[in-house]
C-alpha cells in the first residue's frame, strides 16, 4: 500500500514538472533520479532523527543551504503564478487599450425640452459625474478612509501588502481586507472577482494588482478617482455617488455637505450594514469614525469634526422607480420604441446598443410645466370624479350579474397569464384567485392595507374610472403633455393609445368632409328623425330625443345633433369621410358606415388629437414627435428629428378655417359652454365633446392657440359607466379635466400670452359664408318669386332628368341591336 502511494506521488510530481523543465531544458529524469531516495521512508526516518539531535553549529550549512533552495523555489513558483495570471491563463486580463476605453453599465436617462430629467432605463442605478462635479469633502472622507496613500503609490500599497499576504493569501480569510488600495478596488468593481478551482483569493488579488498597475499607467489620479466614485456599488442595484447622494439626501454629489459625505463613504465597507435608512444608529456610528479619519490625516481640525459628529442623521430618503416620476405612461411607451431602436444602430465595436447599459441621452419634447400640470388635472379631478361614480352606484356593482367583465379582467391579469404559463389548469387557476390574502390596493386617499382574494382585487379595480390626456403643438407636431392614467403603480394599460369608441368627437371630421366636397356652411338641415332604406333603414337619433327646427354646419356641431350630422354625412359620401379621416392623421381602419357620423369608430386618443391639430395647423399634416434627439454617453448624435419637416395638405385652408370657426360654437353655444362660465377661460377655444353609447367613454378635444388637447375618460370594461347622460356625458367627466388644465397654464407665468390668446380672424370671404345663423325654429315664407323659381327649377330639373334616362333608353336600344347583328 505505502508502496502504491509513494509510485502515486512520483507520478504527480514528474507529471507536474516534467513540462516546466522540457521548457527549461533541463533533463529532469536526471534531476529526480538524484532526488527519488528522498521518497523512501528510510531518508525520512533519518531526517527525523536528526531534527530530534538538532545542533546550530553542526547543521548551520545545511540549514542555510535549504533556506536558500527554498527562497529559490518559491520565487520560481511565484514566477511561474504570475505570468499565468498576467497572461490569462487563470482567467481572461483586460488589455491597455480596453482599459483605455473602459465603460461601465450606465443607466439612459431622458429628458424634458427645458433639461429636466424626466426618468431612467438601467440595470444598474448609475449616473456618471465628472471629477468636478463631485464634493471635495467626497473626496476627501474617501481617501482618509480608504487609502490615506492613495497620491504617493502606483496602484499597490507596500506598507499593506504584508498584511493581505498573511490574512488574505495564507489564512484565506476573504474579509480581512485592509490592503487594497482604491486603484484595486476600483479593478475590482470593473471586472468582479471569479471563483477558481485553485485558489480563489491569491489568483484574484494578484489580478487586482496587475489591473491596478495598468490603471495607474492610463490614468491620472483624479480620473481614477472619478472612475472609482462612479463604479462603487451602494448597495441593491445602486451605484456611484450621484445616484447615492439623490437616493439618501435627494440632492447632487456636488451639493453634499461633509457630515452627508461621510455618511456615504462610511457606507462603502458594509453597504447595508451601515446603510442610514435601515440601520441608522450604526450609520451615525460609521460617519463619525470617517470623520475620524479625515481629522487624523489633517483634512478637518478636530473642533469642526466635533461640531459635526453632534449632529444628528438627517436623511432625504427618495427612492423612484419606473412607475414613479413624471410622466410614467409617456417613459414607458418611449422605452418600447428606445429598445427596439437601440437594437438596430451598432457602436464602434460591431455590437448594438443597449437601452439600459449604455447611457444614451434621450432629449424629448415633453414640457414640463405642462406635463406636471396635466398630471395635476387629471388627479384632481378624477378623485373628484371618482367620489361621485362611487356614490352613484352606492353598494351596487356597475357590471350587474354580468361574470363576463371579471372573467376578461382576470385572464387579461398578469397572475393569469404566469399561471398558465406554469401548465396550471383552469380550476387550478380560479382556487387560486379565491384564497383571501393581505394586500395593499390603490386609492384616492392613499395605500390601503385589505384582506381580500385576487378576485376580490379584480372587483375593485375593475370600478375606478381612468383617464388619458394628450397635448401637443400643431405647427410642430411636438407632444407637451402625455398622461396615459391615472397612477401607473396600479392601472398600466396607457390610455393615450387604447383605441375606444370615439362618439361625437368624430363629428368634426364629418363636416370637414362635407366643406370639402363643396357643401356650404350655411346650408340648412332638418332636425328630424330620418330613416335611410339603403342602409337597412338606418334611423338614427338624437341623445335628448328633441326634434324639430333646422341648424346651420355651426348649430349642428355646436349642439351635437344627432340628425344633423347623419344628413351631412349623406352629403359628404361615407367614402369622402373615410378618405379625410385617412388625410387628417386617423391610421386606424375607419367602417364604412354610414354611422361613422355619429362616432362608432374604435380611435385611439393619440389618433383624434392629431387630427384635430390638422385642423388647427390650417389644413396641413405633420406627423406628431416626441423625441427630439438622442446622444451616446459621450454626446455624439445617434438621432435627431427636424422641425422642418415635410407636411402633407390635408384639407384646404379655408375649409380648415371655417372648420375651426364651426368647433367655436361648440364653447360659445353648445356642449363646452362651461369653459367660459365655470373656468373663466378667456383665450379663443374651439373644440368638440363626445359621449358614447351608455355612457361608456366620455371625450373632449380642445384647440387652442398653440396647443391642442384631447382629454378621454373612461373605465377599463365599457360596461362600468354611469347610468344617466347628465352624469357621464363628456362635458361631465372629460372637460372639466380639460378646463382644468388649461387654466393652470393659463395662470402659470412661464406662459405669458396664452390666457388672451386668439385665433387669426376669418378673411371677408370666408365670413361672409358664415355669416348665418346657428338655428332656427322654421323655414320662412317663400316670396311669390321665390315660389316660381323653385317651380321653374323643378320642371327643368325633371326635363332634364326626363332627357338623361331617354338618351339612356336609345343607347341600350342601339347596342342590343349591334348584339344582334354580331350573331
Known amino acids: 500500500m505505502k508502496r502504491a502511494l509513494l509510485k502515486l506521488i512520483r507520478l504527480i510530481v514528474y507529471g507536474i514538472l516534467e513540462p516546466l523543465f522540457k521548457f527549461m531544458k533541463v533533463e529532469w529524469s536526471v534531476f529526480f533520479r538524484s532526488q527519488k531516495p528522498k521518497l523512501t521512508r528510510a531518508y525520512w526516518e533519518q531526517k527525523w532523527a536528526r531534527l530530534r539531535t538538532f545542533n546550530w553549529q553542526r547543521d548551520r550549512k545545511s540549514v542555510l543551504r535549504i533556506a536558500y533552495r527554498s527562497g529559490l523555489y518559491l520565487v520560481l513558483l511565484f514566477t511561474i503564478f504570475y505570468l499565468m495570471v498576467y497572461m490569462g491563463a487563470m482567467g481572461s486580463m483586460p488589455s491597455r487599450s480596453e482599459l483605455k476605453s473602459v465603460q461601465n453599465n450606465t443607466a439612459s436617462e431622458v429628458y424634458a425640452a427645458g433639461g429636466e430629467l424626466l426618468g431612467r432605463y438601467y440595470i444598474q442605478d448609475r449616473t456618471n459625474v465628472k471629477y468636478n462635479d463631485i464634493a471635495p469633502a467626497a473626496i476627501e472622507a474617501l481617501i482618509a478612509t480608504e487609502d490615506a496613500r492613495f497620491y504617493e503609490h502606483a496602484g499597490v500599497d507596500v506598507r499593506s501588502l504584508g498584511r493581505v499576504i498573511v490574512k488574505s493569501i495564507l489564512m484565506q480569510d476573504q ?105 441608522p444608529e450604526r450609520s451615525k456610528q460609521r460617519r463619525n469614525v470617517v470623520l475620524n479619519q479625515m481629522v487624523k490625516y489633517g483634512y478637518l481640525t478636530e473642533a469642526k469634526a466635533d461640531n459635526l459628529k453632534k449632529l444628528p442623521l438627517k436623511l432625504n430618503y427618495t427612492v423612484t422607480n419606473h412607475n414613479d416620476g413624471m410622466a410614467p405612461y409617456f417613459r414607458e411607451q418611449l422605452r418600447l420604441e428606445l429598445v427596439e431602436w437601440a437594437a438596430s444602430k451598432n457602436k464602434k465595436n460591431g455590437e448594438p446598443y443597449n437601452l439600459y447599459t449604455d447611457g444614451l441621452k434621450i432629449y424629448t419634447t415633453i414640457d414640463a410645466g405642462m406635463q406636471t400640470h396635466a398630471e395635476k388635472a387629471v388627479r384632481n379631478k378624477m378623485a373628484a370624479l371618482q367620489r361621485k361614480f362611487d356614490a352613484h352606484w352606492s353598494r351596487r356593482t356597475p357590471w350587474g350579474r354580468d361574470a363576463s367583465v371579471l372573467q376578461e379582467a382576470m385572464q387579461r391579469s398578469d397572475r393569469y397569464k404566469k399561471a398558465k404559463a406554469n401548465g396550471k389548469t383552469d380550476q387550478e387557476i380560479l382556487d387560486a384567485f379565491r384564497k383571501s390574502r393581505t394586500m395593499s390596493v390603490f386609492s384616492w386617499q392613499g395605500s390601503k392595507e385589505r384582506t381580500m382574494t385576487p378576485m376580490d382585487s379584480l372587483a375593485y379595480y375593475q370600478k375606478f374610472l381612468n383617464a388619458g390626456l394628450l397635448s401637443l403643438d400643431p405647427y410642430t407636431g411636438e407632444i407637451k403633455a402625455w398622461v396615459g392614467g391615472i397612477n401607473h403603480h ?17 363629428k368634426p371630421i364629418v363636416y370637414a368632409a362635407a366643406l370639402e366636397r363643396g357643401i356650404a356652411p350655411c346650408t340648412w338641415f332638418e332636425n328630424e328623425r330620418i330613416t335611410y332604406p339603403e342602409y337597412d333603414n338606418w334611423s338614427p337619433r338624437n341623445a335628448t330625443e328633441q326634434y324639430g327646427g333646422q341648424y346651420t354646419m355651426r348649430g349642428g356641431l355646436a349642439h351635437s345633433v344627432n340628425t344633423v350630422s347623419a344628413q351631412v354625412m349623406m352629403k359628404a359620401g361615407v367614402s369622402k369621410v373615410v378618405d379625410i379621416a385617412e388625410r387628417l392623421g386617423i391610421k386606424s381602419e375607419v367602417p364604412k358606415v354610414p354611422s361613422l357620423a355619429l362616432g362608432v369608430a374604435d380611435l385611439s386618443l393619440f389618433e383624434m388629437v392629431n387630427a384635430y391639430a390638422t385642423i388647427a395647423n390650417q389644413g396641413y399634416k405633420i406627423e406628431p414627435i416626441y423625441i427630439s434627439k438622442i446622444t ?49 377661460l378667456q383665450m ?26 384631447g382629454v378621454w375618460v373612461g373605465a377599463e370594461s365599457p360596461k362600468v359607466r354611469f347610468r344617466s347622460l347628465e352624469l357621464g356625458q363628456g362635458s361631465a367627466t372629460a372637460l372639466p379635466i380639460w378646463g382644468d388644465f388649461t387654466k393652470r397654464i393659463a395662470l402659470d407665468p412661464e406662459y405669458v400670452g396664452y390666457y388672451n390668446s386668439r385665433f387669426s380672424p376669418l378673411s371677408p370671404y370666408l365670413q361672409s359664408l358664415v355669416n348665418c345663423a346657428s338655428f332656427r325654429e322654421e323655414p320662412p315664407h317663400e316670396t311669390f318669386f321665390e315660389r316660381i323659381f323653385d317651380d321653374v327649377g323643378e320642371k327643368v330639373k325633371d326635363t332634364f332628368k326626363g332627357w338623361k334616362e331617354e338618351r339612356k333608353k336609345r343607347r341600350e336600344e342601339r347596342k342590343n341591336k349591334w348584339k344582334g347583328r354580331d350573331n
Do not use: C
Open 632 to 680: 451616446d454617453r459621450s454626446g455624439k448624435v445617434l438621432l435627431k428629428n427636424d422641425l422642418d419637416r415635410p407636411v402633407r395638405k390635408a384639407i384646404s385652408e379655408s375649409n380648415a378655417a371655417i372648420m375651426l370657426y364651426l368647433m367655436q360654437g361648440v364653447v360659445e353655444e353648445g356642449s363646452a359652454a362651461k369653459l367660459r362660465s365655470q373656468f373663466g
Open 684 to 709: 379663443d377655444i374651439a373644440g368638440k365633446t363626445g359621449t358614447t353609447q351608455d355612457n361608456a367613454d366620455g371625450w373632449f378635444i380642445g384647440i387652442t392657440p398653440n396647443l391642442v388637447t
Open 175 to 279: 474579509s480581512a481586507g485592509g490592503g487594497s488600495t482604491l486603484s484595486q478596488q476600483l479593478a475590482k468593481n470593473l471586472y468582479p472577482r471569479q471563483h477558481y478551482w485553485f485558489w480563489d483569493m491569491p489568483v484574484n488579488k494578484l489580478r487586482e494588482i496587475i489591473i491596478a498597475r495598468k490603471l495607474e499607467g492610463i490614468y491620472t489620479k483624479q480620473e481614477l478617482l472619478e472612475l472609482y466614485l462612479n463604479t462603487v456599488p451602494m448597495g441593491g442595484n445602486l451605484y456611484g455617488i450621484e445616484r447615492a447622494s439623490s437616493r439618501f439626501f435627494n440632492k447632487s454629489a456636488d451639493e453634499l455637505k461633509t457630515e452627508e459625505a461621510a455618511v456615504l463613504i462610511g457606507m462603502l465597507k458594509a453597504t447595508t450594514t451601515y446603510n442610514p435608512r435601515l440601520n
Open 490 to 506: 396600479v392601472f398600466k394599460y396607457d390610455h393615450v393609445r387604447s383605441k375606444r369608441q370615439v362618439g361625437s368627437t368624430f
